[in-house]
């Protein structure tokens, strides 16, 4: 299942979203929001694979919004102003529906999402650790093979992830969720510090605040979600009198 939110301001546009989401038998409606500031904190406590979402709305509207997410979900766009539909795609939407649209519109919205998150979620975009501990990856039509060891962290943007390694000069970018990533690596040595970062706990230069500061001076933001294991992992390594 596909677990999405609906977003508009007009409660009537809100409850026909909400009841086509509920027809499409592949969606999991976590919730109907009236704004996206409601939509923020739903996503701060919740996993959330797509959202649809009205662009033209009072305080955030839905650009901003999608601009203001780290790791956005997948994302349609629903509004009555066609001249918003390139601004759309320039954030990486996956379709733009204009309204008023129809059950069979957003139906074949949805098929998008669905394709869409089907590749994200391909288990066979990365291959477990090999002996040599190793993963391979799909990069730019290639299989490229990844030493572990070189990993120093895991950038996500969208539904790619940056992977910036001590062997290459420029991260490795691949189609893939961070939630693939972190199923595939070894909890030993990599942590999920963010919503947007997983690290090499080797690579670890100093802890700085809430930042970590990895090798190469890149300094990273701890999220209030992964604080409590982050600080468990250093409390279990730190040397004291």
Do not use: W
């Not at 649209?101 to 477990?128: M, Q």
């Amino acid at each position: 299942m596909i677990r999405c939110l609906a977003i508009d301001d007009e409660p009537l546009a809100l409850k026909q979203l909400t009841s086509y989401v509920k027809k499409v038998p592949f969606l999991e409606l976590v919730e109907s929001c009236s704004s996206a500031l409601d939509a923020k904190k739903v996503m701060e406590e919740n996993n959330i694979d797509a959202i649809f979402i009205d662009i033209n709305m009072p305080d955030l509207n839905g650009l901003e919004f999608v601009r203001s997410l780290a790791q956005p979900p997948l994302v349609v766009f629903t509004t009555a102003y066609s001249e918003y539909a390139i601004e759309g795609y320039k954030v990486d939407a996956v379709d733009y529906l204009l309204k008023p649209f129809g059950l069979e519109d957003f139906k074949r919205a949805a098929e998008k999402v669905k394709k869409r998150y089907e590749i994200i979620n391909t288990p066979t975009d990365v291959s477990a650790p090999d002996a040599d501990d190793a993963i391979f990856l799909k990069s730019d039509y290639k299989i490229v093979r990844v030493a572990l060891d070189d990993i120093r962290y895991i950038e996500a943007m969208s539904e790619y992830l940056r992977i910036y390694s001590d062997a290459s000069p420029r991260p490795i970018v691949v189609l893939l969720s961070m939630k693939k990533m972190e199923e595939r690596l070894p909890a030993n040595t990599f942590m999920r510090i963010h919503r947007s970062y997983i690290i090499n706990l080797k690579k670890i230069a100093e802890v700085n605040k809430n930042h970590v500061v990895m090798n190469q001076d890149a300094s990273l933001p701890i999220g209030d979600l992964y604080k409590d294991a982050f600080q468990a992992y250093i409390s279990s390594k730190f040397l004291s009198r």
